[in-house]
């Protein structure tokens, strides 16, 4: 049976957004304290014992991040044509991670962001 390790990274930022459509509160801008959790599968572990060092993740999560940060989600151009929800914007920081950071050996598996602490959203690829 094939080993797999999955490491973790918590990050946060902070923005405002609105959700086109909307029939509520919703609608109108509004801010969150936003929970960034990056999850990353690899196979091998190096010398040290390390699929992947924490380090080598969180200055890419936290360089897109800094993007996102104080800002409105609504004027960025990856939430032109959707909504910047929690599921939408999971989906544009798996895919800008695993732009930066995928190769032979690792692999990240899966984002979750939430948006107040008892709600949020996973994406992942299958």
Known sequence: MAEVFEIFVKSRFAA????GGYPGNCARVHGHNWEVEVFVR???LDELG???DFC???PV???ILTGLDHG???DLP???NQNPTAENIARFLYKELARKLDTHAIHISRVKVSETPEAGAFYWEE
């Open 50 to 52: 390390m699929g992947v």
């Open 56 to 58: 080598a993740i969180e």
């Open 42 to 44: 690899c196979s091998e």
């Open 78 to 80: 990856a939430f032109a």
């Open 72 to 74: 409105n989600l609504n």
């Open 61 to 63: 999560v936290k360089e």
């Open 16 to 19: 405002a957004h609105s959700l």
